[in-house]
């Protein structure tokens, strides 16, 4: 036997006789009579040949077997629909489809998920793609991978393809376990070039080569911050590390504030980037406004 296709219109009505209960009422939420809405049943029930509502014996029309059975998927469709006419009124109205965002390692990431559950408050239509990355690596993914906008440190520089916009800074301060021998009260000028210095190192070729805030030549280059974390609450080394994500650290004493006469610590300036020859639509720039407001703060 050949089944034909419900019409979209026939699914919502359904929907709306199982949401408010009755035939009547789903007749005043759509604003038909009562026998258009029986008429759309009976034509879903034609079109699928089976039985949508038990209707003898009760006020209320019971879902039969075959009903509960379709209606997760009746709504899945439905849901479908309305998606696609929100992302189209969003294309409409000058919103991009996807946003695709990169975040500098050195970002806190409670100020991340806080912008980001906003955005999807704001935006529940555009598709959000989120890359957390370090140092060049940053800015290579606007200018190699396509990406739409970039929160980075200062390490690329003024690049000629990319726009840049303060928003905020982290604190970066030198740690290290209690133990270790620069922990010690009046460390001598010289003294961190003579212990293993833990650095991030930069997997982009954009500053490839390039040493940020390094004191020492015996150092360990790491390609992921938590790893470096990790080493320094060992007692393996010592390092910048931004000053929210070792607060606790330092509160336990698992790991010290090193108070170094070369005072290596320092401001990580972040900014968003974008390319110039692609402009921030609206809700990019809701992106750049939320992160400044949230890391200025």
């Known amino acids: 036997m050949k089944l034909g296709d419900p019409t979209l219109d026939q699914l919502r009505i359904f929907l709306a006789v199982v949401e408010e209960g009755s035939f009547g009422a789903a007749a005043?939420?759509?604003?038909?009579?009562?026998?258009a809405i029986s008429y759309g049943i009976a034509q879903m029930e034609a079109q699928l040949d089976v039985t949508l509502f038990a209707r003898e014996g009760s006020r209320k029309p019971q879902l039969t077997e075959a009903g509960q059975g379709l209606l997760a998927e009746t709504r899945k469709v439905a849901d479908g629909v309305d998606a696609l006419l929100a992302k189209t009124q969003s294309l409409h109205a000058g919103l991009e489809s996807d946003v695709s965002l990169v975040v500098d390692v050195m970002v806190p990431g409670e100020v991340t998920a806080q912008v980001l559950r906003a955005f999807r408050d704001h935006f529940p239509t555009i598709?959000?793609?989120?890359?957390?990355?370090?140092?060049?690596?940053?800015?290579a993914c606007l200018l190699d991978e396509g990406a739409g906008l970039a929160i980075g440190g200062p390490v690329i520089g003024d690049h000629p393809a990319l726009e840049r916009q303060v928003v905020g800074s982290v604190e970066l301060i030198p740690v290290a376990g209690p133990d270790h021998p620069l922990a010690k009260p009046k460390v001598?000028?010289?003294?961190?070039r003579e212990q293993l210095q833990l650095i991030l190192s930069d997997r982009s070729p954009l500053t490839e080569g390039r040493s940020f805030s390094v004191l020492s030549p015996l150092?360990?280059?790491?390609?992921?911050?938590?790893a470096k974390?990790?080493?320094?609450?060992?007692?393996?080394?010592?390092?910048?590390?931004?000053?929210?994500?070792?607060a606790e650290d330092l509160l336990s004493e698992r790991l010290v504030e090193l108070d170094l006469p070369e005072k290596p610590g320092d401001m990580y300036t972040l900014s968003a980037l974008w390319r110039r020859d692609a402009r921030p639509g609206p809700a990019t720039s809701w992106l750049i406004d939320a992160l400044r407001e949230q890391l200025s703060g």
Request: no cysteine; hydrophobic share 40%.
């Open 229 to 246: 974390h990790a080493l320094l609450k060992e007692g393996i080394g010592w390092g910048n590390m931004p000053r929210h994500m070792v």
């Open 28 to 35: 005043r939420r759509m604003g038909r009579a009562i026998s």
């Open 127 to 139: 598709a959000l793609n989120l890359r957390v990355e370090g140092l060049g690596a940053v800015a």
């Open 219 to 226: 150092t360990w280059r790491l390609g992921d911050l938590g």
């Open 188 to 192: 001598k000028p010289g003294e961190s």
